[in-house]
């Protein structure tokens, strides 16, 4: 089993900048691709960047050029940088983890961290 745990959710002014966290621990073969997803109440949940085990990275259209996702592959931990935050970034931000175990492979999810940008 794998835990992923978000952290850096807040409160934050439009402008301005949040950097999430998300450690993942627990018995594992390999962590393949890492997400970070939202969801806005009243909406899907969506993909808002991922990170592939070698690091290429994809960012969705809402986020691209304000948002940096990067990963420590020696911490098992993810890292979504946020700036030039907009109200409309407002979301439960879900951490996502494609991992392998000896024998199959599951997807895991964090529980959630609250982005709120006011106006």
């Known amino acids: 089993q794998v835990q992923l745990v978000e952290s850096g959710g807040g409160l934050v002014q439009a402008g301005g900048s949040l950097r999430l966290s998300c450690a993942a621990s627990?018995?594992?073969?390999?962590?393949?691709?890492m997400a970070w997803y939202r969801e806005a109440p009243g909406k899907q949940r969506e993909l808002v960047a991922l990170?592939?085990?070698?690091?290429?990275?994809v960012y969705a259209d809402s986020v691209k050029g304000r948002s940096t996702m990067s990963r420590d592959n020696a911490k098992n931990t993810v890292y979504l940088q946020m700036n030039s935050l907009k109200p409309s970034d407002t979301a439960v931000y879900y951490c996502n983890a494609d991992v392998s175990h000896s024998d199959t492979r599951k997807i895991y999810w964090g529980q959630g961290t609250q982005v709120t940008v006011s106006s």
């Open positions: 627990g018995t594992f073969f390999r962590i393949n691709d």
């Open positions: 990170i592939s085990n070698s690091k290429i990275t």
